[in-house]
């Protein structure tokens, strides 16, 4: 509100005069002044005012609603970190399930039901080559390519597949949500730096290296490792919000393989030309909220039959 409009205004509410206001609202002498000089009276004035005429409608103020534009997408992120505790131990006790179902009961022990030895840290390390090897680091071969940020997000979703045993295995599943629940409350990046992006993701390594020879405790590991996962998503564009919409996917599809003959050599990975990744996500994209049921009806229908 411009200072001459208060004037006006203050005449319309009975008061006899500025100073009459001014006293009526508590503020000085020197704040008439300054506002009079900058000709712009301030916006909890102006409300005031508009309250005391019972107006509906409030004052516009271009700086109150330049800051409730810059706070949306906060507050929305905020929103949507509510549910994020509830889709942790949906994660968590659907990567148990798997674990009990693929390696048997007591997998925690580091065996699985076969006497065979399971080692989480060795598959992060694997899997964080084969995020790798969706860029284009090698110096002799297609160093114009692009990287495969489809395959490369589908690679983070495998280290968290194992990321999430290896917790487990040393925790249960309450502790863990609270482990790794502040660590989802990020905005993905939208220019992906891909060198800093495969830095990054060689952290994840290092970490696994330095628990398995000793040289980093386990459980503080377990921290490092949380929050270097997260930061390799968000470098990498991958929200909190697919990472669990590809997570679900994904661990449906591993029951699936497993259902349809993945131990003994049977199951087909190529379905109609595209490898069964592709196409899970496909299917996920089309689908607003995931159901494992339904995603997992979608893949039979969609799996070939030779």
């Not at 069964?276 to 039959?305: G, T």
Request: glycine share 4%.
């Amino acid at each position: 509100m411009l200072y001459k409009d208060l004037k006006d205004s203050i005449k319309s509410l009975g008061f006899l005069s500025i100073e009459d206001f001014v006293q009526y609202i508590g503020v000085t002498s020197s704040d008439i002044l300054e506002w009079e000089e900058k000709d712009e009276v301030p916006y909890i004035v102006s409300l005031i005012i508009h309250l005391l005429k019972g107006d509906k409608d409030l004052p516009n103020n271009k700086s109150l609603d330049t800051l409730i534009e810059e706070c949306l997408p906060l507050a929305e992120l905020l929103e949507e970190a509510s549910s994020f505790p509830h889709k942790l131990e949906e994660m968590f006790l659907l990567q148990k399930e798997l674990n009990d179902s693929t390696n048997g009961k007591n997998w925690e022990l580091g065996r699985n039901k076969f006497g065979k030895e399971i080692n989480w840290l060795r598959c992060i390390h694997m899997e964080v080559a084969e995020l790798i090897d969706s860029t284009p680091w090698k110096h002799w071969k297609n160093i114009n390519s692009e990287p495969d940020m489809n395959n490369i997000h589908v690679e983070l979703v495998d280290i968290w597949h194992f990321l999430m045993s290896y917790i487990l295995q040393e925790t249960n599943v309450p502790r863990a949500v609270s482990l790794v629940n502040t660590h989802c409350i990020y905005e993905a990046s939208e220019d992906i730096d891909v060198k800093a992006m495969v830095k990054e993701a060689e952290k994840l390594s290092y970490i696994s290296l330095a628990i398995e020879t000793g040289n980093m405790p386990s459980f503080s590991g377990i921290e490092r490792f949380i929050d270097q996962f997260f930061r390799c998503c968000k470098i990498s564009g991958l929200s909190f919000t697919w990472l669990q919409k590809l997570y679900i996917g994904k661990n449906c599809l591993n029951k699936f393989r497993q259902d349809h003959g993945y131990k003994e050599g049977t199951y087909i990975k190529t379905w109609n030309g595209n490898e069964d990744n592709v196409v899970m996500v496909s299917l996920l994209e089309d689908m607003e909220n995931v159901s494992f049921d339904e995603l997992y009806s979608k893949l039979e229908e969609n799996y070939p039959s030779n």
